[in-house]
Structures are given as structure tokens and as C-alpha cells.
């Protein structure tokens, strides 16, 4: 080993003191994932004692110690004391030994490499860097694309120069760190031939919920800097890694497409080693990784985490020349891997306000004040604190104001980005990615941001109020009866991974039609019938796919996948599609294929559209997609529910065209339940036992039915009421055929969450599963326990019922 030098297969996690975390973390994966076939470019690393000789030899030390303390003292700013740092280090010298040191092992990478004059990467690394509990997001310097012996020392000098950034400075004085204590190593890397590939960032952890078994990934085109600091907005992909060695299973649960505007290469000529220039419209429409290349990075991201023993941060590239992909660099998460307390948090907004932008949420929090327009750091003076910064990215320069802020909005950017790094790490909500905030918004414009809806964060004006609660998950009692969630938008789905469901009692298939994929099936399966506009804005949405049914098939596929991630292996109940007459005309193209209707509640809705020949190839596509769902992507535990299945005989149709689709009753695990909601479904349960595998009862349809009071009518409200001894009466013999005829029976309305003495009625009766809707879960739990935990009542038929509610009343 060298004193000043060592290459990446000669250290390990145990050299931070010696070489840093990202050269530490580099030289771990040479040496011991390597041979598990994770590429990493070759290269070496300075050490911490050529840093500390460096500054020794060149008397640096005592100008570093006054340049600080004029700075805490006020009587230099942090940019005025930071240009003074960095000049000392640029006009240094590299001592003969430490230089020649760096020169020999360059020629020595180009041996190895085949190149004589090789392309690097040198990257910075200090001591105090990528550890657990603080990132040091692009603290210091990268330089790519550095080729030459004298580059690659101009280099190294930028690089230890960069150790006293005014970001670097001020994220140490936050973080509590010794600025004098931190030494600087560098990294030299062979280049990945990226700028002709793409590249982006890989967690290892669902940075914003704390779900653990995803792999999310971003990319674009080019050199992975865009995509670090923010630039672009990148495809994102997620993979759920409890599947990945299952046989046959594809377990992608997400592709989006990222508008990639621009991307990074190498420069041409003279001395830009990099240029930006706009991505080409045929790549911006494209996916940047294939499936199998998703696949891939996911199993080196779970290696690299089990090697490890924590969700880990990395970087990767592939080779636009050979293919082939590296890991280019990988440091711990920071934010919510060390998040230890079984607290359940939720934020609510308690009012409403016009809704002014959207992007992707970074955090689960709210916050509200005025915003600040800021479009260059050298305005960072402008800034108030506490208000909401605007920007249009922000890179390292921009910490010691984000700090500052109580939220954070952007143009540009995903959920990789620095801002929304350095946002979760401080604990603030972001916004980022909307496109136009800093021309939508204006400064000391009142504004609330909302990243407590999903993955989806909105803008809303005004300064809304909102409540924040906390929930101590250790303290949720046990219940004999199953306590399922109702689930209906995938962006939201890892968000409740952490309450303690048994599953999922009810997923809305058509939430996903209609917020994710907005296009009416049959305008996928007849364009022509479609009107010209229509048909031009289906074409833009299914370009890249060679059928447009595809879109459909695949949005919903991953959409109901996304679903039942959080809670596999266990139960997650599909209902199949059911929207009305007129809720299917509003979606693209839906007015060419709907009829208006006079009473759409009791029209052609569930069941019945399914078998018939004005929807049987749109039902077609929902089966395709949940036998993908089920089959490809890998998640079993999905169960198909039929809603308002009027007969018996229509029960046979629907599961004929099932059948006709891939989706056999029985085969490959397949079970299928049935919506309780139709009077005639009580009355006929027998009937319907025998074709279904379970029910779940709809107390909301339900209740319309056996009251005759429409559900939409206000005039009506008051006499809508799930308590009505009628409808009691309908649920305990709901409750009673299905254990007599042998099969399972939940109930997924809003009425035990509402109501304890309802909750306490369903437990009464013996229900077998509850489903409830995330926010009254956890409330609603200590009402179902105490009604289990409550002195056995004598057993009362469904005669009996009447008059003993009536009598509880």
C-alpha cells in the first residue's frame, strides 16, 4: 500500500478515516461485490494523510483557522470567508511525492483500462461524508471526463478546494462537524461511456414512506449529474424485491416516463470536459432502461443493501458503447433507515383552497406561508425565513437557506434530486418537479404545500389549516377479527404500509382507470369511433406501445401491482370495475360508447356491463391486466371481487367471460369473491356461495336498496343510515348464510369507522373481516377490540333484530 495512494480493491468500509465514505463504500463493492458479478469501474483513491500533507507542506493551516473563526465571529460572510478558503487550496502546489504518487497510478488505470490516456471521474470524498446520519448531499466537487496527467491534478486541487464550499461549510457547522477535523480524499474512476448510455439513482427504501421492499429507481440519458442535482425530471422506476427470485415473476410495479429535457455529455474540443444540450424528442419519449436492465439494477440494489445491512443510496451508469452497467457509487440512506419509534404519523388538511400546482411529493408533512421566488443563489440574501422557497432546482449551493425554509417547490427535479435529499434529511415537505412554479407563483403569494396525499404533492393558494396527529403503533390492541384497509390510489399506497392491517379488504379498480390511465377502454379497442381530438390526444398517450389495449392493459396491471405490494403475501381484494353510466363518459372518449340514463345508480353498472357486447372487450382488458398483475408481475395474493352481481346467472356470465380471459376460478390459486350489496344477494347467498369464494359486504348500496333512498340525495340524508334495524337485519343474515354455506364475509363500508355501535354490531354477529379506510383504522381498531373484549351476548336471530335495535336506540 501507498501512503498517499490506494486502489479501490485495497480498501474497504473500515478506511472512512482513511480514504472517506464514497471511496470506502467504492473500494467495499470492488472487493467483495465484484465477484458476485456487480460491475464497479475500476480506479483508486488519495489518501486522508496526502490531503493533511498537502496542507501541511503548503503552510495552509493557520489561514483555514483564522478564515473560520472570522467567520462565526460576523466579521466575514460565509462567502466572503468560503472565496478565501478555496483560493488557498487553488494556489497550492501538489508536493513531488503526493503528485507523482497520483500520476503513477493514472498511467497504471490506463494500462489496466487498454487506454493510454484514460477518461475519468474524480470524485470528492471526505471523512466526514455519506455516513449513516448525514449524507453530505453534493457537498463537495465531481469532475467528469477529465483525461490528461495535468488535468487530473487541476482536478485534484478543485477537489480539495471544494472541501470549503459555502454549501460544505455550512452544511458542517449544521451538522456539528469540525471543519479542521475533516480531511478530503479523492476518487479517480474510469468514465462510463453514459453520455452515449444513461444513468440516474437507485434507493434502495421508498425514500418518502419508509417501505422496505421496494427498489426505486430514476434514470435519464447522459451523465448521471442532471439526474443528482435536479436538472431533469427523470423516468422512475420501482421494483418489488420480495419477488425478484420468484420464477417467471417481472415484479415492476411502476414505469413512469420522466420528460428528460436535457441531458449531460462529453464536451467537444479545447477544455469543457462536459456540455448540456436538449435531449432529442424520439429519446425523450422513450424509456431509458428495458425491463431486464430494471431487473438487473434491482438485484445488484438488494445485493448491495444485504451487504451492507441497510437501505443504501446509489449511483449508477451504463455503457452506451458495450451495454453493460456499473455501480458507480453507493452511500447509507440517511432518513428514514433510521427511523427506530413504531409512530404512525398524519397530517390532514382541515380546509380547502384552489389547487395551483403538482409534483412529486417528497416527505408526508404539510406546510403553509408565503413564497419566496428565488431563481439564483447569488439572490439568497432575499430569502425570509420560514417561508416557502421557490426555485427552479437547487443544488448544494442553496443548504443553507433550505434550512431555512418550511417547504420547498420547484420546477424541475424527482424524488432523487438534491432538493428532495436535502428536504427529507432536514424534515421538510417538497414539492418538486411541477414545471412552473416560479412563473405560477409570486413572491409573499400565501401558499400551502401538501405532500400528504400520496406520492402526488400539491400547491394550494392561501394558507390553509391543517392538524398533525401521532400514533404510537405499539399500543394498537389485537383483534380476533381481521382488520383490513381500503385502498384506492396506487401514489398513495406505501403511505399506510406501516398500520396494522391483515390486507386489503377493497381496492377501486376504477380509480386507477380514471386518474391513472383517464382513457375509456373501448376508445382503446375502436380509435375509429372515437372524435378526432380524442383520437389525436390517445394517440400521444400510447405512443411507445405497438397496440394501444397495451397502455391500458400495463397501466393497470402496475397500478393494481403498486397496490398490493404493501401487504403481500397477504389478501388484497380487486373490485372489479364499477363505474356508472355517466362516471365512464367523462373519461376520454367515453361519450362515443355511453348512453345517458335516467337513474345511473340502478343502470347498466357491475355485473352486467361485463358479459355485454358494449363492454366485453373493455372487461377483456381489465382480466388481461389483473392476470399480468397476477401472473407476470408476481402477486398471487390478488383477488378479483365482482360488484352489483344481481343473479345468479348473471354470477355464471361474468365468470364465464373470466374464464374466456385467463382468469379461471381455482386455477392457480385464483379465488373470486362477490359484492354483498343487492337485497337479492342476501336473499339468494346460498345461490351465490356456491359460484364465489367470499363476500364483502357494501353497506352503502345496501342501505339505498333495503331503504329506498338514494345515497347522492341530500334531501334524502337524513333517512340513510346504516343502523336501521332493516339493514341490520339484511347484514346478520348476510353474515349467518355465508358461515353456513362455508365461505369468508367482511364488510368494506365507511359505517364501522363512523359509527362504534355498528363496528360492535358487525363483531356481534361474527363478521369475519372489517375493512376500513386508512385514516379511521387506527381508531376504529380500539372499537372492534373492545366490542370482542365485551361480555358475550346471547345470540339473536335475524326476527329478533328489529326490536333489539330499536330497543338500543
Known sequence: MDEFVLWFDEVGMGDVPRVGGKNASLGEMTRFLTPEGIRVPDGFATTAAAYRAFVA???????????????????????????????????????????????????????RTGTPTPAVAVRSSATAEDLPEASFAGAQETFLNVAGEQAVLTACRRCYASLFTDRAIAYREAQGFDHLAVALSIGVQSMVRSDLGASGVMFTIDTESGFPDVVVISAAWGLGELVVQGVVDPDRYQVFTPLLDQPGAEPIIEKALGAKARMM???????????????????????????????????????????YGRPMDVEWARDGMTGELFLVQARPETVQSVRTRPVFVEHHLTETGPLLLSGAAIGDAIASGTACVIRDPSHISRFTDGAILVAEMTDPDWVAIIARASGIVTDHGGSTSHAAIVARELGIPAVVGTGSATEALRDGQPVTLSCAEGDVGHVYGGEL??????????????????????????????????????????????????????????????????????????????????????????????????????YHPHDVVVRLSDFKASEYAHLLGGDAFEEPEENPMLGFRGASR????????????????????RELLGFANIIPMVPFCRTPDEADRVLEEMAANGLVRGEQGLRVYMMCEIPSNVIRAAEFARRFDG???????????????????????????????????????????????????????????????????????????????????????????????????????????????????
Not at 530 to 554: C, H, N, S, Y
Open 610 to 629: 361485463y358479459y355485454h357486447p358494449r363492454y366485453r372487450e373493455g372487461f377483456a382488458l381489465e382480466c388481461a391486466a389483473l392476470k399480468r398483475a
Open 57 to 111: 507542506e503548503n503552510g495552509i493551516e493557520p489561514a483555514l483557522r483564522e478564515q473560520l473563526e472570522r467567520y462565526r465571529s460576523g466579521a466575514v460572510t460565509l462567502r466572503e470567508a468560503g472565496q478565501e478558503l478555496r483560493r488557498l487550496f487553488l494556489s497550492a502546489e501538489f508536493p513531488p511525492a503526493i503528485a507523482e504518487a497520483v500520476l503513477r497510478a493514472y498511467r497504471r488505470l490506463g494500462e
Open 695 to 809: 363476500f364483502s359486504i357494501g353497506s352503502n348500496d345496501l342501505t339505498q336498496l333495503v331503504l329506498g333512498v338514494d345515497r347522492d340525495s341530500e334531501l334524502l340524508a337524513p333517512l340513510f343510515d346504516e343502523r336501521d334495524a332493516a339493514v341490520e337485519w339484511m347484514i346478520a343474515e348476510a353474515i349467518r348464510r355465508a358461515h353456513d354455506a362455508g365461505i369468508t364475509i367482511g364488510i368494506c363500508g365507511q359505517a364501522p369507522s363512523d359509527h362504534p355501535d355498528f363496528a360492535a354490531f358487525l363483531v356481534e354477529q361474527g363478521i369475519d373481516s372489517i375493512s376500513l379506510n386508512p385514516d379511521s383504522l387506527l381508531r376504529t381498531i380500539g372499537r372492534i377490540a373492545d366490542a370482542e373484549a365485551a361480555p358475550p351476548t346471547a345470540a339473536r336471530s335475524a326476527e329478533e333484530l328489529p326490536a333489539a335495535a330499536a330497543a338500543a336506540r
Open 265 to 307: 455529455v462529453y464536451g467537444e474540443g479545447g477544455t469543457a470536459r462536459t456540455r448540456t444540450l436538449d435531449t432529442p424528442a424520439r429519446r425523450r419519449a422513450a424509456f431509458t432502461l428495458a425491463d431486464d436492465e430494471i431487473l438487473q439494477l434491482a438485484r445488484w440494489g438488494r445485493s448491495v443493501q444485504e451487504h
Open 465 to 566: 389549516a391543517f392538524e398533525t396527529t401521532e400514533v404510537d403503533l405499539s399500543r394498537i390492541p389485537a383483534t380476533r377479527t381481521r382488520v383490513n384497509v381500503n385502498v384506492a390510489s396506487p401514489s398513495a399506497a406505501f403511505r399506510w404500509w406501516r398500520l396494522p392491517a391483515a390486507g386489503v379488504g377493497l381496492a377501486r379498480m376504477e380509480f386507477i382507470v380514471n386518474n391513472v390511465i383517464g382513457v375509456h377502454p373501448m376508445a382503446l379497442v375502436h380509435p375509429d369511433r372515437v372524435d378526432a381530438d380524442a383520437r389525436a390526444r390517445i394517440q400521444e398517450l400510447t405512443a411507445g406501445f405497438d397496440d394501444p389495449k397495451d397502455f391500458f392493459v400495463e397501466k393497470l396491471a402496475r397500478g393494481i401491482a403498486k397496490l398490493a405490494a404493501p
